[in-house]
């Protein structure tokens, strides 16, 4: 850029040049001494640098060293022509070039604000670039700072600083200090830009990385937003409010990771949201009074929301997202829980900072002690139960670990806090079979429970299935308006028109047999496996084979494997009822009943009646018959007398009988 020199004053008359003929002076005495130095170049583009000193020495082609140098000048700024002055003691100038080097308490101010003090600083008024390699110090509006090696260019409004960066941005909330090794301050674009091991601090708080960039408002007064790039990790105290990440709280240190951080503030400074990611983490470290847990919350990108105070409300997942709560010293042992999912909204109690609700979607994974959850759709209420409530659906599933078992339903309900398990329509649980199981249910084969309403008890180890419940398990099957169970398995109860088919095992030393099963009705079941019985009550109605009992209570024994039927027991006032081989019917009424099925006997105790199938009728106090006999032991408590009586068949055909006269009977006694 070509410029005019318009005036070169001095309170000083310049020395007569010497005349042609005279002697050449030495180029050191050609040098003039004078004071009050004035120098104005113009640019085609209408800027202005006017050089003025206290006094000056040099030549006036040549290099001027100016004492007290005052240097003002101007420059564009978003498109606005601007003024800006350069002061040292110390001033080398070239006014041919429009070059300057500045020393010694050198500063240099610009209108909107920016200040820069170092000891060295060279200028070149034809590019508007001025240079330094000593330390600096500068300032603008709330934006102070240091570092050492210093390229500032007038014209285009930037500063780069190249070693050991330390800068200050002051607010409300107290001063933001950023070190990095070099920076790059554009005021045209309103941002500064750190690189190099960046390390921001403020009130405790601190965040590192490879790269920071801040970006201010229009005016250049108040940070809108910062960028913070490469291997990010910022740590706080609370000043941010970075509430906890679970139902819990926390009170101890916030750490937050990921490839970037960006930080966006509201015109009046207050802290809007944060996004971390890729790979954006949350942890909450705990506090002094804290259980020995931290958590974390993860994904591709996180996003954090905060209301006008500050105060976080919302986190959201964006893709590979999840929870976790895992002992701070994993050899001392303790709980992990976790969740997975795709997206996750999350919101928080501004007042106690707690995890109040969130919305989990999309392969939904929550893992605690010996179980795992999965759904593609969860949503968590802080305030449904204590502790929490886990709400799953579209295809939810709960996996116990220990012993394999799998519940499934439309919506299951998780209590983070108890493990206790909640289930709703279309309910399936399969059992594996246990491995010592001695009774009928859940040996060798899996049981698969259904029904439409289930409830876990997990501190007691219950499992409740109501409504139109049923159990079935291999060839056995168990029916009821509700089912519950027990101790591992080992106790089951079902009420409300129970119906029940259970069948025996065959034995090996019976290759081929076909079981028979014992089908039954009641209001009331109990199955105990370490008793081995089975209690019915409440107009029980049970059937093996060919034989049916009436009773208001009844009892399966098993044997002592728990795979088969020792007896059945039947009472008080018990009806039975058998089948004959023949078509006919034998009826026994009596106070109490036991039946033997490998024995294949029936004995009747208390005011015992015995109707055979031709109509015979038999009393006694206890009455003892064979199924597969028509052999009949009759015993007379009273008379301690042993009475059997036996249908022989006719050797001739009968003599009439009177009219009703009862039929012929061959009575033998002792």
Not at 478 to 488: D, H, S
Not at 505 to 520: F, H, N, R
Request: glycine content about 10%.
């Amino acid at each position: 850029m070509a410029w005019v020199a318009l005036s070169l004053r001095s309170r000083s008359t310049p020395p007569t040049a010497p005349t042609a003929g005279e002697g050449q002076v030495p180029a050191d005495r050609q040098k003039t001494r004078m004071t009050e130095y004035e120098h104005i170049r113009l640019g085609k583009d209408g800027r202005e640098m006017k050089v003025a000193a206290k006094s000056w020495e040099g030549t006036d082609q040549g290099e001027i060293k100016l004492t007290r140098a005052d240097v003002s000048f101007t420059y564009m700024a978003q498109g606005k022509q601007e003024k800006g002055t350069i002061v040292a003691d110390e001033c080398l100038y070239t006014p041919a070039v429009g070059n300057a080097r500045f020393e010694r308490n050198v500063k240099v101010a610009t209108a909107d604000g920016f200040k820069l003090e170092t000891d060295s600083l060279s200028f070149d008024d034809k590019l508007g670039i001025g240079r330094s390699d000593a330390p600096v110090r500068f300032q603008r509006k709330d934006v102070s700072g240091t570092g050492r090696g210093l390229v500032y260019d007038s014209t285009g409004g930037t500063i780069q600083l190249d070693h050991d960066v330390l800068m200050h941005i002051k607010d409300e909330d107290g001063t933001t200090d950023i070190k990095s090794e070099r920076a790059f301050v554009n005021r045209g674009e309103q941002t500064i830009r750190f690189v190099g091991d960046v390390v921001m601090s403020k009130n405790g708080d601190e965040m590192r990385s490879k790269e920071l960039i801040v970006n201010f408002d229009e005016a250049g007064e108040a940070v809108q937003r910062t960028e913070a790039i490469g291997a990010v990790r910022a740590t706080f105290v609370g000043q941010h409010g970075l509430g906890a990440v679970d139902q819990s709280g926390g009170g101890g240190m916030r750490e937050l990771t990921g490839t970037k951080l960006d930080i966006f503030f509201r015109p009046d400074r207050t802290l809007e949201r944060m996004e971390a990611g890729p790979d954006g983490r949350l942890t909450i470290h705990p506090g002094p009074k804290d259980p020995p847990e931290k958590r974390a919350v993860f994904s591709r990108l996180l996003t954090f929301f905060f209301d006008e105070a500050g105060r976080l409300i919302e986190v959201q997942g964006h893709k590979d997202s999840g929870f976790v709560s895992e002992p701070t010293d994993k050899k001392a042992g303790g709980p992990v829980k976790t969740m997975e999912c795709q997206n996750f909204v999350a919101r928080f109690d501004t007042t106690t900072g707690q995890l109040d609700n969130g919305d989990f979607l999309k392969d939904v994974k929550f893992t605690w002690p010996g179980a795992v959850a999965t759904a593609q759709k969860g949503r968590y209420e802080l305030h449904r139960t204590p502790g929490g409530l886990l709400m799953l659906k579209e295809d939810p599933a709960v996996h116990e670990l220990s012993h394999g078992s799998r519940l499934s339903a439309l919506a299951i309900d998780i209590e983070p806090q108890t493990s206790n398990l909640a289930a709703r329509r279309e309910v399936r649980h399969v059992i594996p079979p246990r491995a010592k199981a001695a009774g009928p249910l859940g040996a060798g084969v899996d049981t698969v429970i259904t029904a439409r309403l289930f409830r876990s008890d997990s501190r007691r180890g219950v499992f409740r299935y109501t409504d139109d419940a049923l159990m079935r398990s291999g060839d056995d099957e168990l029916r009821g308006q509700e089912i519950v169970v027990e101790n591992g398995g080992t106790k089951v109860t079902a009420d409300g028109e129970v119906a029940s088919r259970l069948a025996p095992k065959a034995k090996e030393t019976e290759p081929g047999k076909t079981p028979v099963s014992v089908v039954s009705r009641a209001r009331h079941m109990v199955y105990d496996e370490t008793t081995r019985r089975i209690d019915y009550e409440g107009e029980v109605v049970m059937t093996h084979g060919e034989v049916t009992t009436h009773s208001p209570k009844s009892t399966v024994f098993l044997t002592a494997d728990g795979q088969g039927f020792d007896r059945l027991e039947a009472g008080p006032k018990v009806r039975i009822d058998q089948a004959m081989d023949k078509g006919g019917r034998r009826q026994a009424n009596s106070g109490w009943a036991v039946y033997r099925p490998d024995a294949k006997t029936v004995t009747l105790t208390g005011n015992a009646i015995l109707t055979d199938e031709q109509g015979q009728l038999v009393r006694g106090d206890v009455v003892k018959f064979r199924l597969d006999d028509e052999a009949i032991e009759v015993q007379g408590q009273q008379a301690r007398t042993e009475t059997i009586l036996k249908k022989e068949p006719p050797a001739a055909p009968p003599v009439p009988a009177a009219p009703n006269a009862p039929p012929a009977m061959k009575v033998t006694t002792p």
